[in-house]
């Protein structure tokens, strides 16, 4: 099972390594088939690479450049996350496509940047309410990751159902809903993990830890070590 945790823009660098310290220590006695990551802002991840050094948790950005070293003011190349210490990366976050217009196309050339650096890269899907209300959640996701595999190709790749209106809402996906998504997901991508995200917290992850799903990609519930820990336990 996989714990991914997405701090979205939240905390402060120089609370970044304590908080990841206290994680690290508390989840060396988490159940041993759990897998951790922890997805931060780029001025947190030299803290965050220290105090996770050595401990069961990937460290990861949540986003990357599409391009390669060069006149790119503001941007960070794939290279120096993984300098950094990162393994993996988001891309594709809905707030990304919403908040930053990124296409399809440029979330396949960062997939692409990602693997080229060895990042492994976790591509979040998911549909707006609007594609939900008509039930064409399964169609909507497939197309997204069609899109980004035709420029990116295949590769190592982890895929994050993410439907956006359930993104931050309280409002959590139904499970079985998830599960189907999931199966589509995995039917065209054979062997890729799969998580669900989407508002999942202590209180309802269970709900989501079943034979479809590989885990879950938890944003606010995230930055709260007591709600880290309740999950981490019902994941054995
Ligand atoms: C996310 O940021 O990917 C996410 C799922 O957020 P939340 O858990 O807050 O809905």
Redesign the pocket.
């Known amino acids: 099972m996989i714990l991914a945790l997405?701090w979205?823009m939240q905390l402060l660098p120089s609370q970044a390594g304590p908080w990841a310290e206290r994680l690290a220590e508390l989840s060396s006695n988490w159940p041993a088939g759990l897998e951790l990551a922890l997805f931060a802002p780029f001025t947190h991840l030299s803290a965050l690479a220290a105090a996770l050094r050595g401990s069961r948790v990937a460290l990861g950005a949540q986003d990357l450049s599409a391009e390669q070293f060069g006149a790119h003011t503001g941007d960070v190349a794939a290279e120096m996350l993984a300098d950094l210490g990162c393994s993996q990366v988001l891309v594709g976050?809905s707030e990304r496509r919403s908040e930053h217009a990124e296409s399809d196309r440029l979330i396949g050339r960062k997939l692409a940047r990602a693997r080229s650096a060895g990042l492994l890269p976790l591509l979040?899907l998911g549909e707006p309410w609007e594609v939900r209300q008509r039930g064409g959640q399964l169609e909507y996701s497939l197309a997204q990751l069609e899109a980004a595999l035709e420029v990116a190709g295949e590769g190592p790749l982890r895929l994050a159902y993410?439907p956006v209106w359930?993104?931050?809402t309280g409002k959590s996906c139904h499970p079985e809903d998830a599960a189907q998504v999931s199966l589509a997901l995995k039917r065209r991508l054979p062997g890729a993990a799969v998580l669900y995200?989407?508002?999942?917290n202590a209180a309802n992850l269970a709900q989501f830890l079943r034979p479809e799903l590989d885990g879950a990609?938890?944003?606010?519930?995230s930055l709260k070590l007591e709600q880290v820990a309740e999950m981490a336990a019902l994941c054995g």
Request: overall charge neutral; aromatic content about 0%.
């Open positions: 997405n979205k976050h979040c993410e359930a993104i931050g995200g989407g508002s999942v990609l938890v944003g606010g519930a």
